[in-house]
């Protein structure tokens, strides 16, 4: 639309400029970067869940490399605090101090010239342990005096009350539903784990920090307040990330750690994570447990929803999302992109002996989705409805948008239903019924829905509600045309899988007709970049994007004028487009021309001209705060063996409107990309923990994630419903796969069960969970 | 994590590795489960002899009755058919699914029978063949039954100092039949549940070989050893929907026979 028709502007499928350095493998991540004299850091982590840290032995010879909490005495813990009313604050010590709360916190940093010299060391060190009770479930956790805090009156972070009297409907609703879910504890796993190195540079004062982090900016704050520097001080870089899902966008106490080293001891430091650290101790997310009442009509629609949510929060409150944001997430995206009226949701964030809970790609919504769309089918068992009716019945409809629901959503636009009818025509549910009829064996077919709506690239409004450290404002961006007509653009959000080094470029064609090939687009540098919170929440499309448009919008003004001037043409006559300034009678400038006489013959510029010249900052933000609502419709097919209880996925059919797209093909890399994770979700990814909560999968021997074996071919279906609040229409889609494929994929696996008189309530679903929910069916 | 520093030796010969082991040097062939151990360092042998190009275990073997494989023989080697199958193709697709290629490349046969993980292929497979297994010690060579090599999980009848130089695989008579089957949740991930059968009407051999038990596999032999190979797991102490696997995956492994 907008593309103009050149093939390269906003809508087109242009291919990722920035594949060719990576399929070349010519990347560059924190792990390819060497310094001289660069040393290597271990951390030695706590192998108990809860215990008090006694003496801490260290060999005379190795005094020197070993570096303890008593060492850091002037670094300020990680404070994430919430604003929100009851929410307790607690602080995460960069080394533990007093005692370790989860397995894996770090205790002591070891820099040797090798990493696994200073895993040597580690090896080397006592500690007196005065194990503590240790606490594994959330819901124990409520009930016990043992504190993972012990200033806290019990491990309740926060308490959300969503308040309705549901009385009247409890009393008269036909169809009551009860539902106990579960889903696991995960552990985000991007194929790059978490990396930093730092170096103190004496001439410039300041800590320089390569990290592997989706967030730059926002890690330079944490460490400007953990450490006592200010701004300035602290330079953090980003090179190129491989994935970040939310676990990047984490201020690491091993960040603050290596900031602090590196100019303890005058040497460059690095630490690279690997695959144990990640699984053990780091990158946990996801838990929930849910405790639903539904009420409905005969005709399956839903009346009113209650719901008591507990999150198993973890031992800290990490930086900048806090331990809440998970669980007050739950309470206000529950009702999804359905239309009832009354509700009431409490939610609990507890605090147990784990790893901090981080947020993963979807946040609270993958769960959410989960439990609203398992109400879903269950109004249309109990009714006899189809699934499909069931939820028409129950979304919001386009001629209502944009549509305040229960929660106080605007849903901007869309049509969730069309949706819906598209991903359910498209899966051909009626052939699946009649396989189904046909079946007495074994092997058992079960067809799932869900549907869901994404809130992204919401802003100030929203995260100020939330209190927490971060708070998104205008979006900025930076526009340079350099001597030689290139353009320079500077975000200070980060691209690292979201292919925006060719979707910004294309949103600068649109503008200014230059070739994208000519576009640079500098990232991840907070000394070449201005301030961002960064890439998160499905944002950077929408706020990057607009950012980036206005700064060309500004620049193009500014050219157009100069042009003008050299073509002896009226100002306000001549065109920018196709990388010139065009006067009405057909004659000419380049864009390159035009920049050559800004920076190199000044002399020909007009007497007028911006003294700013072709360097534009911009900012933007949508016309509202409360964010894009993309939406999505997910139908799939199963195979359900139920002598082995292994599940295969069948057809997958996604519906999606991320509103107008910048490039749709990069769209359908996010949504495969993150259905697979989905996938992960529903089938396969869980961290067990034993009673003493120590963590049982470390390593990906026993942390299961789809390989592509077990991604079926996934079609998707395109809408484009334009956002009203956006500079082109896009909507915020970066998490949306993550979100549909557990809630579809677990209809689909007790749709299979119910002949069978079984249901699985959990997630993942495993072949021991359909088991053992057979047996208890009697089969 | 990184492993903790270690000498390496590179023997020439058997004799020199033999001499190398009796100077406590653990032997390293695929390294694709004792390097996560060293990186783990869930193992920490101060030196490690490297036998992966040992001539005499890379060698292969065949008589009328037999073949031979040297244990470092690689599952990708197996997988490619660059070494002798005497089941006629099911060695080789048996092959084809131990972990990902790159663990095939280098993991080798030996190692697999030596390491004896519960849940690894071999152990179950070519047990259910009728293999043995040759091993060099200080006090000379002998040979092994594989239906009595594993006492445990990851514990076998290979002593300290001994070498595993190769497994020999009597050839199946014309009509004789090889069935497996393991159930994993995902391709390359280790066995559920596996089951080996093989029913040989020739030598009247029927044996049954029902492995990823977390111990020694469950191994009955005769006319009737589908039915007490059933009663074994029956007894098993295992989770009820773990035997149910065992079962499930014997059940289909005797199909296969019958069909």
New interface residues.
């Given amino acids: 639309m907008a593309d103009g028709g050149s093939g390269k502007g906003v809508g087109a499928r242009l291919p990722r400029k920035e594949d060719d350095r990576f399929l070349r493998g010519k990347g560059r991540f924190v792990a390819d970067i060497r310094i001289p004299g660069m040393r290597e850091v271990a951390f030695l982590r706590g192998p108990i869940a809860h215990a008090r840290i006694g003496a801490i032995t260290v060999p005379e010879a190795h005094r020197a490399a070993v570096f303890t909490a008593s060492d850091l005495t002037d670094v300020a813990p990680i404070r994430a605090y919430s604003g929100l009313k009851g929410f307790r604050r607690s602080d995460q010590p960069v080394l533990a101090t007093g005692k370790v709360r989860h397995v894996g916190e770090a205790v002591a940093m070891i820099v040797a010239a ?3 010299e200073a ?2 060391i580690a ?1 080397l060190i006592d500690i007196a342990w005065e194990p503590l009770p240790a606490l594994v479930d959330m819901a124990e956790a409520r009930a016990t005096t043992t504190r993972v805090h012990e200033e806290w009156p019990d491990n309740i972070v926060l308490e959300t009350f969503v308040d309705d009297d549901l009385s009247d409907i409890a009393a008269t609703a036909p169809i009551v539903i009860r539902r106990s879910l579960r889903t696991a504890r995960q552990c985000m796993s991007p194929i790059e784990g978490r990396g930093v190195v730092a170096e103190w540079d004496g001439r410039l004062d300041q800590l320089v920090m390569w990290s592997s982090a989706q967030m730059p900016h926002i890690t330079r704050s944490g460490l400007s307040e953990c450490l006592g520097l200010d701004h300035g001080q602290i330079r953090v870089i980003s090179p190129d990330v491989g994935g970040g899902f939310g676990y990047k966008g984490i201020l690491l106490p091993e960040e603050v750690a290596l900031g602090w080293l590196a100019r303890r001891i005058g040497a460059p430091v690095r630490w690279i994570e ?1 695959r ?1 650290e990640q699984l053990s101790a780091n990158a946990n997310c996801r838990e929930h447990a849910y405790e639903l009442t539904a009420y409905a009509d005969g005709e399956g629609t839903l009346l009113a929803l209650d719901c008591e949510a507990m999150v198993d929060a973890g031992a800290y409150s990490s930086y900048p999302f806090s331990a809440c944001l998970e669980a007050a997430q739950i309470a206000s995206i529950l009702p999804g992109p359905y239309r009832f009226g009354r509700y009431r949701c409490r939610t609990f964030s507890v605090a147990t002996n784990k790893p901090p809970i981080l947020p993963y790609r979807g946040v609270a919504r993958t769960g959410v989705c989960y439990a609203i769309e398992t109400v879903m089918d269950a109004i249309a068992e109990a009714t006899g409805i189809d699934i499909e009716t069931v939820r028409q019945r129950n979304l919001v409809r386009s001629e209502e948008m944009p549509y305040t629901n229960v929660t106080n959503k605007v849903f901007d636009s869309g049509d969730y239903p069309e949706a819906l009818r598209r991903a359910a025509a498209a899966l051909d549910i009626p052939t699946l019924r009649a396989q189904q009829a046909s079946e007495t064996g074994p092997v058992r077919t079960g067809v799932g829905l869900s549907i869901f709506c994404e809130q992204g690239a919401h802003g100030t409004a929203v995260y100020h509600g939330w209190g927490i450290p971060m708070v998104p404002g205008h979006e900025q961006a930076q526009a340079r045309l350099t001597p030689d007509g290139v353009l320079e653009l500077r975000i200070g959000a980060h691209s690292h899988g979201q292919g925006m080094e060719t979707s910004l470029a294309q949103v600068a064609h649109t503008i200014l007709g230059i070739n994208p090939a000519a576009v640079r687009l500098v990232h991840g540098d907070t000394a070449l970049t201005p301030y961002s919170t960064g890439t998160w929440g499905s944002r950077s499309a929408v706020m990057s994007g607009g950012a980036v448009a206005a700064a060309c919008e500004t620049l193009a003004k500014r050219i157009a004028a100069i042009g003008a001037h050299l073509l002896q043409a009226e100002a306000g006559s001549v065109r920018v487009e196709d990388g010139s300034v065009v006067a009405p009678g057909g004659a000419s400038v380049t864009l390159r021309e035009v920049a050559h006489t800004w920076y190199r013959a000044p002399q020909l510029l007009p007497r007028d001209v911006d003294p700013a010249g072709l360097d534009v900052t911009a900012g933007y933000k949508p016309l509202s705060d409360g964010g894009t609502f993309s939406y999505a419709a997910h139908a799939c097919a199963v195979t359900v063996d139920t ?4 599940v295969t996925l069948g057809r997958y059919v996604i519906a999606e409107d991320g509103g107008v797209c910048l490039n749709p093909m990069i769209v359908d890399g996010q949504v495969l990309g993150g259905t697979a994770q989905g996938i992960g979700t529903a089938l ?1 990814e869980e961290m067990p923990y034993d009673g003493e909560a120590q963590p049982l999968a ?2 990906l ?1 026993d942390y ?1 994630l ?2 592509a ?2 991604i079926p071919r996934i079609a998707i279906e395109h809408m484009e419903t334009p956002s009203p609040l956006t500079r082109f229409g896009q909507k915020g889609i970066g998490e949306s796969g993550a979100i549909g494929p557990p809630a579809a994929i677990a209809n689909a696996v007790n749709d299979a069960l119910r002949p069978l008189g079984a249901r699985v309530d959990a997630l993942p679903i ?3 969970r359909i ?2 929910a057979l ?1 208890r069916a009697g089969r | 994590m990184k492993a903790a520093a270690f000498d390496l030796v590179r023997p020439r010969t058997v004799a020199d590795a033999l001499a190398a082991l009796a100077d406590g040097a653990r032997p390293l062939a695929g390294g694709q489960s004792l390097g996560p151990m060293l990186n783990f360092r869930l193992a920490t042998p101060e030196r490690l002899a490297d036998i992966r190009t040992l001539a005499a275990l890379r060698a292969h073997a065949e008589t009328d009755d037999t073949i031979t494989w040297g244990a470092a023989v690689t599952h990708a080697e197996v997988e490619d058919g660059r070494v002798p199958d005497p089941t006629g193709g099911t060695l080789r697709a048996i092959a084809g699914h131990i972990a990902y290629r790159a663990v095939r490349n280098r993991g080798t046969v030996g190692g697999s029978l030596a390491h004896a993980d519960p849940a690894a292929d071999w152990i179950s497979a070519l047990t259910a063949l009728g293999g043995s297994v040759r091993i060099a010690g200080p006090e000379g060579e002998r040979e092994e039954a594989l239906t009595g090599w594993m006492s445990g999980a990851f514990a076998t009848q290979l002593a300290e100092g001994e070498l595993l130089l190769s497994v020999t695989i009597p050839r199946p008579r014309p009509g004789a039949r090889l069935a497996y089957r393991k159930l994993c949740r995902k391709e390359g991930e280790f066995a559920m549940a596996i089951a080996a059968v093989l029913d040989d009407p020739a030598r009247a051999i029927r044996r049954v070989v029902v492995g990823a038990t977390d111990g020694a596999p469950i191994i009955a032999e005769g006319a009737d050893a589908g039915p007490r190979a059933h009663a074994a797991i029956d007894a098993w102490p295992g989770e009820a929907w773990k035997a149910r696997l065992l079962h499930v995956s014997l059940d289909r492994a005797l199909g296969d026979i019958a069909a």
Wanted: hydrophobic share 30%; aromatic share 12%; proline share 7%.
């Fill in positions: 090798t990493r696994a895993e040597d090896g690997d144990f002598e082995t209880g292994f396969y470390a390593s021997a299961l789809p390989g074996g077990e495993t072949p021991r088991l053992e047996a």
